[in-house]
């Protein structure tokens, strides 16, 4: 091998090197962000009692229905964006007094226009987060889905009764996938439903509470979200 060939492989070598340790970096600071992101929302469900499972159900049926929805490649990132935004978007139940948000009797009026604050209160902290940055980043759909994961597909739900498509994506998904986890689960104030039952108040509240579309994407994955919760139970 001449000189300029012995340049050349030594050069691709060096260039293979430096390539490898860039993905891995890059790799470690998409791991870092992931589990930071899932700590920050942790904080909320240990005041709520709720354990890191809730996050990890949740995130997973998120993804089973962005997935139904779209099958386009492009809509890969959104799905991602999506799945990583689920685990906030209760975080703003750290602003919400103990008194309230572990009171295992009904809430009064009053207190239940606190809790409801949560939604604004999370997507406020979000917002202070993302104008730290000089990107658009995942936190455009975490702030969506924080702040409307409330809202009811008939305009009835809050913070801002919005209805039908008005209400963003995210938040319409967020919305199904975290009531599927909270009938599933036992909170202070019920016991957990089975699955069956849980699918039959979903299908009930299909057009009101929730999306239709998503309901039938839910119906054409109730096997994946059965089986998460069960294997992922509290």
Not at 1 to 10: H, P
Not at 65 to 94: F, M, T
Request: proline share 3%; hydrophobic share 40%.
């Amino acid at each position: 091998m001449n000189f300029r060939g012995n340049v050349i492989l030594q050069y691709s070598a060096v260039t293979l090197i430096v390539y490898r340790r860039q993905q891995r970096t890059t790799s470690e600071l998409v791991e870092t962000q992931d589990v930071t992101i899932f700590a920050l929302a942790y904080q909320a469900e240990l005041r709520d009692r709720q354990t890191g499972k809730h996050l990890e159900r949740t995130a997973i049926y998120v993804r089973a229905l962005g997935e139904e929805l779209a099958q386009l490649p492009a809509y890969r990132a959104y799905i991602s964006d999506l799945v990583k935004s689920a685990p906030l978007h209760d975080i703003g139940k750290v602003g919400i007094a103990d008194s309230i948000l572990l009171k295992p009797g009904t809430l009064t009026p009053e207190e239940r226009q606190e809790i409801q604050r949560h939604c604004e209160m999370g997507a406020r902290v979000l917002r202070i987060a993302e104008k730290k940055l000089k990107f658009q980043s995942f936190l455009t759909i975490a702030i969506q889905l924080t702040l409307y994961h409330h809202e009811k597909w008939d305009g009835t739900g809050y913070p801002n009764g919005l209805a039908g498509e008005a209400i963003p994506l995210s938040g319409r998904i967020m919305a199904l996938a975290d009531n599927y986890d909270a009938l599933r689960t036992t909170r202070p104030y019920k016991s957990a439903f089975s699955h069956e039952q849980s699918r039959g108040i979903i299908q009930e509240n299909r057009g009101t509470h929730f999306d239709p579309a998503l309901v039938d994407a839910f119906l054409r994955r109730e096997a994946d979200f059965r089986r998460i919760s069960e294997e992922l139970s509290d």
